[in-house]
């Protein structure tokens, strides 16, 4: 899921093995590493207290050739991946990340005891293009200065226990193409300035499994949105703009809210291929169009208040009565025959 180019991650001790026995110890004069991210790096190394993780981190070695977890650019040499992935680590982050100013990409996961808010000196990274802090227990909220980096495109805080609200300027992030924020401890509506995301046009949005109240702002309607995830949430009223014939929507996962609309009118957007509505209060009959949708292979619309027969035919035919039980009056196959 979501874009491949950020599964980057820049390993390199082969070319280590192979410099020990063709050359001598490599010498500041062809050592590619800049001496001020080495810097940089070694402080991390030791706010970590020499982490175990860090052992290939040694100031006699160049970084860009013979360190785990970053990766330096081919023409500047500068550091332009950290990817701290391993566990072991305890404390905040190091605010020195800020200090490694050609870094495109940083990620901090899967690391439990990595606590703190997300640091201030983020800002500074203006090359930045993806941030990914997830599953590790983040505090506090999310940072107001995101969209003052330019180039960032990806955003992936989730899973921590970030609390707060969305802030407005978030969606204004110039380049933001997937921001996923689900998971969190998030409070407030999602503001209306979501609209407002670059061109219209977002490949993933995730906002599930956490506080969100109000309703879902129109402007999210009008939104190109390929995969969306708002579940478990307490967003209340309407739904039915977020549907329409020529969405682009892939997948789409609205369940567990208190989202009340009619379903009957809502026209399926016809790549739809993950479509979960359930436990909402969402009313009257699925409309004949589910048939058509050849790509749907995850549908639930359980736990609502819908009524009338099941169409019947497509895809729609594939799932069992758990898709549809806990409904006002909705019959026919898979459920009791319509009297
Ligand atoms: C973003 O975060 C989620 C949850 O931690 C993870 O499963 C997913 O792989 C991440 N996405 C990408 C594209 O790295
Ligand atoms: C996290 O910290 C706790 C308490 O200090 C420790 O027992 C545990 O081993 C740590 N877990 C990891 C994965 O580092
Ligand atoms: C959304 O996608 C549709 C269909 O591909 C396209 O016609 C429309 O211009 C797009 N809208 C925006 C705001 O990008
Ligand atoms: C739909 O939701 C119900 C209720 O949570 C669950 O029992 C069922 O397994 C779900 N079905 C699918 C296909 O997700």
């Not at 293009?129 to 995101?146: C, F, H, Q, V």
């Amino acid at each position: 899921m979501g874009n491949p180019q950020h599964h980057f991650i820049l390993y390199s001790s082969a070319p280590f093995l192979l410099l020990l026995l063709t050359a001598p110890v490599s010498t500041s004069a062809n050592e590619r590493c800049h001496p001020d991210d080495k810097k940089v790096l070694l402080g991390i190394q030791k706010y970590y207290k020499n982490a175990y993780i860090f052992s290939s981190w040694s100031a006699s070695t160049d970084c860009c050739t013979d360190w785990y977890m970053v990766g330096c650019d081919e023409t500047t040499n500068r550091i332009k991946y950290l990817t701290v992935q391993k566990d072991g680590l305890s404390g905040v982050i190091a605010p020195a990340v800020g200090d490694l100013p050609y870094l495109t990409s940083l990620d901090f996961h899967k690391l439990p005891n990595i606590t703190g808010p997300i640091p201030a000196s983020i800002a500074k990274l203006s090359r930045l293009e993806s941030l990914t802090l997830d599953y590790n227990s983040l505090t506090g909220p999310i940072p107001e200065y995101l969209h003052t980096l330019k180039k960032l495109n990806y955003i992936n805080l989730s899973f921590n226990k970030l609390s707060g609200s969305t802030p407005a300027s978030l969606p204004l992030t110039p380049s933001l193409d997937y921001l996923r924020l689900d998971h969190n401890m998030l409070t407030g509506s999602i503001p209306d300035t979501i609209g407002s995301i670059k061109n219209g046009e977002i490949y993933g949005l995730y906002l599930s499994y956490n506080q969100l109240t109000g309703t879902i702002p129109n402007a999210l309607g009008k939104l190109n949105i390929t995969v969306l995830y708002l579940s478990k949430n307490k967003l209340t009223g309407d739904a039915s703009f977020l549907f329409g014939k020529n969405k682009p929507a892939n997948q789409m996962d609205l369940s567990r809210n208190q989202l009340s609309f009619d379903f009957s009118k809502v026209e399926i957007p016809s790549e739809i291929n993950w479509l979960l509505l359930d436990h909402n209060q969402i009313y009257g009959s699925l409309p004949a169009s589910l048939t058509k949708l050849t790509n749907m292979n995850n549908f639930n619309v359980s736990y609502n208040r819908l009524c009338g027969k099941i169409p019947n035919g497509g895809r729609l035919g594939e799932f069992n009565k758990y898709s549809f039980i806990h409904n006002k009056c909705l019959c026919g196959s898979p459920l009791d025959a319509c009297k």
